[in-house]
């Protein structure tokens, strides 16, 4: 008979109850230990957390789902269609809330409106679609033609959508007919180019909706494309641009011992080069003479263009007077001279003021007509007199410095601006007064030129470097 003895721990068996006398049970080794409790309560925990855990994933996919969900809501239904939507809620509260027939016919009538109005949104969108225009960069004024093209490349039939693109401001609109399998679709809409600019054209999107305007679904297919509308500039005369009459540069009266234009002869002196010495007039003196020149520089035009709204009385002269910038600048890249366009920048602080000038790439003609299509005025950015004088500090070795401004700005104000330049600048205000007549002012170094037309530059121009 085997014994069994009762403990506090639970039931232990004696020895006869082993098997073959070795010691090993079929029990797991915590029930051997004498813990059968503690496996349990483990378990449990183990099975509630695995179930928390699904619990607290399934929560997270159904949540996603619902903002997805949300989302989608949010983007394809219209102002109408929430208004309606509210209606329909209240219909069906107050109507069966109070037993108001006419509630409950409204609300159900509104609920089928929306279904049938979802039902306009199903249908596939495998298109390729396609912008393209034929130029990128246009003078102001110009229509440029821009193309939409759209595929069908499944071998189904798709059903017609209506297709938009966002042209700046406005919105060209086509209705697209059904397409069938692999045929395509083309439209023509034309860009109007009435001011200077950069104008943004995309991205094309395909609208889906029911004819009451309750849903609206919109899918973005081809990218966004920008169109430079440079400013209108007029061709100028090279020797009209820098004032240079010749090709190595003006002479200044710094005198050196090596240059092009000579000056004098004067006495050999410990330091100067054997190479100038003048041998004929050392013959004759008996002394060492060498040679002296005038040192001549290259010229380095400057442009500055004013972007404060303190100094134009209307939107037409600081057009003219972007485009005057644009021609100087122009004319002075296609001759390769040293050319520096800027313009006045916004400020937002004391500190910034004095520095606010923002420098326009002069390395091609294009990329200095694509920055004037950018700028704007301002009513923070430097007037003409601070301008330049934050011109003055930035660019070094100016010999002719064009200032360009609106007809707000007075002729003290101009003077104070050349009086910021260096002595020997030759500093030339261009004054853009529309329709008036044109004329030229001289003041110390400072010319001033009043000009009514763009064409009135040329010869403004032309006149001054006679002066």
């Keep these: 008979m085997s014994q069994v003895k009762l403990t506090r721990s639970g039931v232990t068996r004696s020895s006869a109850d082993l098997v073959g006398g ?23 925990d183990g099975r509630l957390a695995g179930a928390i855990t699904g619990m607290v994933r399934a929560g997270g996919a159904l949540a996603e789902l ?121 439209d023509v809409f034309i860009v109007p180019t009435t001011r200077r600019g950069v104008i943004p054209i995309g991205p094309v999107r395909t609208v889906r909706g029911d004819p009451v305007g309750l849903l609206r679904r919109e899918i973005v ?41 000579f000056h004098a002869l004067r006495e050999y002196v410990p330091g100067d080069e054997r190479r100038s010495i003048h041998w004929k007039s050392t013959a004759k003196t008996g002394r060492y003479m060498v040679r002296q020149y005038e040192e ?11 972007l404060a709204e303190s100094d134009y009385a209307t939107e037409d002269e600081f057009e003219m007077a972007v485009s005057v910038a644009g021609s100087l600048g122009v004319r002075a890249v296609r001759d390769a001279r040293t ?33 004037l299509s950018r700028v704007e005025l301002s009513g923070a950015a430097l007037p003409v007199s601070e301008l330049a004088k934050a011109a003055a500090d930035k660019v070094a070795g100016i010999s ?25 600048v030759e500093v030339v205000a261009v004054v853009c007064d529309p329709e008036n007549v044109p004329s030229l002012r001289r003041v110390a170094e400072l010319s001033v030129l009043t000009i009514g037309f763009l064409d009135d530059l040329k010869h403004s121009l032309a006149r001054t470097a006679a002066v």
């Design 22 to 44: 070795t010691g090993r049970t079929d029990a797991p080794p915590e029930v051997q230990a004498g813990h059968p409790a503690r496996l349990d309560a483990s378990v449990r």
């Design 400 to 424: 002719v410095a064009f200032l360009v401004t609106g007809s707000s700005t007075t002729l003290t104000e101009l003077r104070a601006a050349a009086h910021r330049f260096p002595a020997g």
């Design 296 to 306: 001549s520089r290259r010229s380095h035009l400057m442009v500055a263009l004013s």
């Design 221 to 261: 297919w081809a990218e966004r494309v920008e169109l430079f509308v440079h400013p209108r500039t007029i061709p100028i005369p090279s020797m009209s641009t820098g004032f240079i009459r010749d090709l190595e540069g003006n002479p200044t009266r710094d005198l050196t011992n090596s240059d092009v234009s």
């Design 66 to 186: 619902g903002s997805a969900f949300g989302r989608f809501v949010a983007s394809v239904v219209t102002p109408l269609g929430w208004c309606l939507l509210v209606v329909v809620f209240f219909s069906f509260l107050f109507g069966y809330g109070l037993g108001w027939t006419e509630l409950v016919a409204i609300a159900w009538s509104g609920l089928v409106l929306v279904v049938a109005a979802f039902c306009f949104l199903i249908g596939r969108n495998a298109y390729e679609i396609h912008l393209s225009l034929p130029v990128d960069r246009v003078v102001v004024g110009a229509k440029v033609p821009g193309e939409v093209t759209v595929l069908n490349p499944t071998g189904q039939r798709l059903p017609g959508v209506a297709v938009e693109v966002p042209v700046g401001a406005g919105l060209a609109e086509f209705a697209m007919p059904g397409l069938a399998r692999g045929s395509s679709f083309d």
């Design 339 to 371: 050319v520096s366009v800027l313009a006045s920048e916004a400020t937002e602080g004391t500190r910034r003021r004095m520095s606010a000038v923002r420098t326009l790439s002069t390395l091609t003609r294009t990329r200095l007509l694509d920055d």
